[in-house]
Nanobody, 126 residues
């Protein structure tokens, strides 16, 4: 069974950067689309970015466009989320998740994802 572990979260000042990693174990990531999601206290889980298995099709929520970059290294079995120009409203627990994608763009809906990591906290101070 595929397992996902997020890392790279932390506390940064507004305008700073973090790079989150989503590492897979017990199974290869190369056949899965991967999504990054976040959940702030009292709010629903939100799709931030997603990438298909080849790394060619990418999606971003509007608030992340121009600031976040998703990428994957299938040889390292890892997906990354580079986050620049961070804002206090980016504060949340960030999760990665995997889905089997047959065709089309990778989803940003949490309901479409089958396997989840436990999350990493990102806190952006003003």
């Amino acid at each position: 069974q595929l397992q996902l572990v997020e890392s790279g979260g932390g506390l940064v000042h507004a305008g700073g950067s973090l790079r989150l990693s989503c590492a897979a174990s017990w199974h290869t990531l190369e056949h899965y689309a991967i999504g990054w999601f976040r959940q702030a206290p009292g709010k629903e889980r939100e799709g931030v970015s997603s990438i298909d298995s080849s790394g060619e099709d990418l999606r971003y929520v509007d608030s992340a466009k121009g600031r976040f970059t998703i990428s994957r290294n299938n040889a390292e079995n890892t997906v990354y989320l580079q986050m620049n120009s961070l804002k206090p409203e980016d504060t949340a627990v960030y999760f990665c998740a995997a889905m089997t994608l047959i065709a089309g763009l990778p989803s940003l809906s949490p309901h479409d994802y089958e396997i989840w990591g436990r999350g990493t906290q990102v806190t952006v101070s003003s």
